[in-house]
């Protein structure tokens, strides 16, 4: 789907990816909090109020806006470990296209016909206060919407309430894996946010069961990654032997393979 307008972007890139990023996110929020503080007449060594513990607004700066002292893109920056690589499969240097936006919107009207404030409370509930795209992107999103027959529009008063119509509908299924991709993505990001919110706080990580990703699953991550970085100037046979073994797994784990119906011994050499 073509669309003039675009989505904002910072400067610094988007979602987290691999390990320690809770360190990293700390690290820069802590960061841009002392600004924070002084902005609102307080110096480094005060204690911050009640209002101002946690601001996602604060944060965003942090991760999203600040570059390094030398114009690099600091510690969230493309690449691997940083916001914008390809570790998670975020778009670089953005949170979600125009594109996406629009889809977003769909998948969420869909569930619930709503008015346009309704639709950014929506996303950024989802996201812990991460995503929350403004009316400046919301509503042109929605007019183009309308405009393509997508959804409907009910006035109530002076608010216009949307509805998903049949075109739309059939163009949500037709991309119903791309959505459900990018909802995961905000409910990841929502959990990073909230042990962000309970180191802060002091409290105790959440367990497994309120969601998130269990250490075994981490730790295969961070050998995934090692046993990459140790290939990075691999031959480029044994760059498609590694990605072949790779899309092997990811079939197993999407369930298009049965678990342990014979694969290949290269799986433990990679």
Do not use: C
Request: zero cysteines.
């Amino acid at each position: 789907m073509r669309h003039h307008h675009r989505s904002g972007r910072p400067h610094g890139g988007d979602y987290p990816s691999g390990a320690g990023f809770e360190r990293r996110l700390l690290h820069a929020w802590w960061h841009a909090f002392g600004h924070h503080r002084e902005a609102h007449g307080q110096g480094p060594g005060e204690h911050a109020d009640a209002g101002h513990r946690f601001s996602p607004h604060a944060l965003w700066h942090a991760i999203g806006r600040h570059h390094d002292h030398r114009g690099g893109r600091g510690h969230f920056g493309g690449g691997p470990g940083g916001f914008g690589g390809e570790g998670d499969g975020f778009p670089r240097g953005r949170k979600f296209s125009s594109d996406d936006l629009q889809l977003l919107l769909l998948s969420l009207i869909d569930a619930q016909p709503s008015h346009g404030y309704e639709l950014i409370k929506a996303l950024e509930t989802r996201s812990n206060g991460f995503y929350s795209p403004s009316p400046g992107m919301v509503y042109p999103a929605l007019t183009y919407l309308e405009e393509l027959g997508y959804v409907t529009v009910q006035l109530e008063g002076n608010r216009k309430r949307y509805e998903l119509a049949q075109a739309g509908r059939d163009y949500l299924a037709a991309n119903r894996d791309r959505v459900e991709l990018m909802l995961a993505k905000l409910s990841h990001i929502a959990r990073k946010m909230d042990s962000v919110r309970r180191a802060f706080a002091g409290e105790e990580p959440a367990d497994i069961s309120e969601g998130g990703w269990a250490p075994e699953l981490n730790e295969a991550r961070r050998a995934l990654k090692n046993a990459l970085l140790r290939r990075d100037n691999a031959p480029a046979d044994e760059q498609r032997r590694i990605a072949a073994i790779l899309m092997r797994a990811v079939k197993e784990i999407e369930g298009e393979r049965k678990p342990g119906s014979g694969h290949s011994d290269d799986a433990s050499t990679a």
